[in-house]
Structures are given as C-alpha cells and as structure tokens.
T-cell receptor, first 115, second 113 residues
Framework: EAGVAQSPRYKIIEKRQSVAFWCNPISGHATLYWYQQILGQGPKLLIQFQNNGVVDDSQLPKDRFSAERLKGVDSTLKIQPAKLEDSAVYLC?????????????FGQGTRLTVV | GNSVTQMEGPVTLSEEAFLTINCTYTATGYPSLFWYVQYPGEGLQLLLKATKADDKGSNKGFEATYRKETTSFHLEKGSVQVSDSAVYFCALPLNQAGTALIFGKGTTLSVSS
C-alpha cells in the first residue's frame, strides 16, 4: 500500500514570497491533516479535512495560510506571504474514519526555509 | 483543550540499557494515548497506543501503560538497540470530540554500541 505522498521535499523562499505544498493521502482515507513542525517542537495541527469539508481550522493563521481539498482526495496548503517564522516542516497525514482510536499515517513532510 | 508534557532530551544510552521517557497529560475525559516515533530521514509513525485506563500498549519491545491516577503514559524499553535511535513523541487528541492530535515536544534518543 502506498503511503502519504508529499511534494516538494524541500523548498527555500524569500520572505513575502508565496509557496504551495501538495499532499496525496493513502487511497480511501477520508480524513486529511496538515501539521506544522517547527524545529525542536512536536507537530501542531493547522487544519483537518473530512472528505472535502473542513473539520477544524482553528489554529490556521488565515491571514496568510490557506488549504483546500478539492474532490476529497489531494490537498494543497499555501502560504502567502511567507514570514521568517514559517520556516518549519509541513506534515500531511491521513486516516480512515473519525474515531478515538484512529491511527494517522504521516508523509515525510516538506521542509520550508524562509530567508 | 488537552495538553501533554514530555521529558526533554536528548537521551544518550549504551546498547542494552533500560529506557524510560516520561509523558504526562491533562485531558477532558479519558482519551486514547499514543507514542509516535520518527526515525532519521523518515516520517512519523505510530509506535504504540492505549485506549483506556490500565491498558498497556506494546510494540518492538517498547511498552507504555495508561495511568489514569497519575495522568501518565511513560514509554519504556528494557534493552535498547542502536536501531532505536530516533525522536519519540507522546500524543493524545486535541480535544474530547476530535481525532487530530496534540504532540509533546519530542525526545531524541541516541543509542551507542
């Protein structure tokens, strides 16, 4: 079974530029998450989708971050404009159905450096 | 929402040593508890989980027991190997209703031969 695919693996941009990340979840997984992992910290949820609807985006900085999951499969996360503090690894994860014991499967992440 | 506090590292051990990584949490209700591991160059993966009080999760020689009275979920292994070198994260649901997780800061384990 193929895992969660993310691209690109690495991205370096200047502050105030825009950037987009792509995620392809495991086939059949209805739930998709985007997490931000700053160096030395644990992942922090940005947004959760159930199919193509948003379940939780309370921690997404909506003035500069946006995400979509058209057709309930692939997802993109965009930052515009980027700030220095956005330097982090952006992780995509997916899971089957909502439930307290559900395991989430993570991609390898996109490492973003803002200079 | 819920919160988690995890022992900070790095932890440096010799092969075959005993490992404990402490994790405590605050939560509404009785959430499932998880340990995730991140090996060098790889993505996060589930190591073990426990879904109710006194449950013991186990995998690859690692164990953790869900302690409701002390709100803890400490990770242990009796004899670590070099291949266990990784970053370990304790996690639980962000809130009572959801499935998205809140993670501890992570503990880096380095095992030398």
């Amino acid at each position: 079974e193929a895992g969660v695919a993310q691209s690109p693996r690495y991205k370096i941009i200047e502050k105030r530029q825009s950037v987009a990340f792509w995620c392809n979840p495991i086939s059949g997984h209805a739930t998709l998450y985007w997490y931000q992992q700053i160096l030395g910290q644990g992942p922090k949820l940005l947004i959760q989708f159930q199919n193509n609807g948003v379940v939780d985006d309370s921690q997404l900085p909506k003035d500069r971050f946006s995400a979509e999951r058209l057709k309930g499969v692939d997802s993109t996360l965009k930052i515009q404009p980027a700030k220095l503090e956005d330097s982090a690894v952006y992780l995509c994860a997916s899971s089957t159905v909502r439930g307290r014991n559900t395991e989430a499967f993570f991609g390898q992440g996109t490492r973003l450096t803002v200079v | 929402g819920n919160s988690v506090t995890q022992m900070e590292g790095p932890v440096t051990l010799s092969e075959e040593a005993f490992l404990t990584i402490n994790c405590t949490y605050t939560a509404t209700g009785y959430p499932s508890l998880f340990w995730y591991v991140q090996y060098p160059g790889e993505g996060l993966q589930l190591l073990l989980k426990a879904t109710k009080a006194d449950d013991k999760g186990s995998n690859k020689g690692f164990e953790a027991t869900y302690r409701k009275e002390t709100t803890s979920f400490h990770l242990e292994k009796g004899s670590v190997q070099v291949s266990d070198s990784a970053v370990y994260f304790c996690a639980l649901p962000l809130n009572q209703a959801g499935t998205a997780l809140i993670f501890g800061k992570g503990t880096t384990l380095s095992v030398s031969s």
